[in-house]
C-alpha cells in the first residue's frame, strides 16, 4: 500500500484552466503539507494542514487553494492556470511532535501548462 | 528568514566517497536532514541530526555538523551507481516544524 499517493501524476491543460490534485495518506499522520518542485528542482513550500486547520501559508497566489476534508487527505485547487504554474507538485505528511519532523512524500504530480 | 544552499553539482568515481555540503543560516534550527530524490520520483529521508550533536553515522553515511558555522555535510562512503541521484539537505525551527529546503547536489557517480 502506498503511503502517500497523488493523483493525477500527470496533469497537461491550457491556460486559464482550473484543474485538482488530490492527496491521501495512510499513515496516521497528522499534518499534510504541499510542496512546488520548479524546473530547478527547487523546492519551495506551499501550504501545510494540521489536523483539518492551515497551519503555514506562503506567499501563494489567491488562484490556489488547498482544502482539507479530513486529516488523511489533502487537495489542491489551481483556478486560471498560468505558464508560470507548470512544475512538479509534491504531498508529504508527518507526524511532527518534539522530535525530528520526518517528511514521507508522494511520487509528485508534474502539471504542464500550454 | 530560513535559507539553506547547496552546491548544484558533484561527480564522483565508483567506489570513492562523497561528501555533499551544505550552508544554512536559521541559529533556532533544531534538527538537519538529508533527503535523497531519485529521478521521477518523490524525496526519501536519508538521515538527520539533532543540532547539538555533531557527527552522526549509518552505515555508509556520515553527517558531519557544525553549528558554529552553519556547516551541514554528507559523507557516501564506497559510492555506488545507484547512488546517483538529487540529495537535498533541510532543516527545521521556528515555529510549526516548518521543513526549508536546500536547491539539491545533483550526485553523478562515474562507473
Known amino acids: 500500500d502506498t503511503a502517500v499517493s497523488q493523483t493525477p501524476k500527470y496533469l497537461v491543460t491550457q491556460m486559464g484552466n482550473d484543474k485538482s490534485i488530490k492527496c491521501e495518506q495512510n499513515l496516521g499522520h497528522d499534518t499534510m503539507y504541499w510542496y512546488k518542485q520548479d524546473s530547478k528542482k527547487f523546492l519551495k513550500i506551499m501550504f501545510s494542514?494540521?489536523?483539518?486547520?492551515?497551519?503555514i501559508n506562503e506567499t501563494v497566489p489567491n488562484r490556489f487553494s488547498p482544502k482539507s476534508p479530513d486529516k488523511a487527505h489533502l487537495n489542491l485547487h489551481i483556478n486560471s492556470l498560468e505558464l508560470g504554474d507548470s512544475a512538479v507538485y509534491f504531498c508529504?505528511?508527518?507526524?511532527?511532535?518534539?522530535?525530528?519532523?520526518?517528511?514521507?512524500f508522494g511520487a509528485g504530480s508534474r502539471l504542464t501548462v500550454l | 528568514g530560513e535559507d539553506v544552499e547547496q552546491s548544484l553539482f558533484l561527480s564522483v568515481r565508483e567506489g570513492d566517497s562523497s561528501v555533499i555540503n551544505c550552508t544554512y543560516t536559521d541559529s533556532s534550527s533544531t534538527y538537519l536532514y538529508w533527503y535523497k530524490q531519485e529521478p521521477g520520483a518523490g524525496l526519501q529521508l536519508l538521515t538527520y541530526i539533532f543540532s547539538n550533536m555533531d557527527m552522526k553515522q549509518d552505515q555508509r553515511l556520515t553527517v558531519l555538523l557544525n553549528k558554529k558555522d552553519k556547516h551541514l555535510s554528507l559523507r557516501i562512503a564506497d559510492t555506488q551507481t545507484g547512488d546517483s541521484a538529487i540529495y537535498f539537505c533541510a532543516e527545521t525551527g521556528g515555529g510549526y516544524q516548518k521543513v526549508t529546503f536546500g536547491i539539491g547536489t545533483k550526485l553523478q557517480v562515474i562507473p
Open positions: 494542514y494540521n489536523n483539518k486547520e492551515l497551519i
Open positions: 508529504a505528511s508527518s507526524l511532527p511532535g518534539s522530535g525530528a519532523n520526518v517528511l514521507t
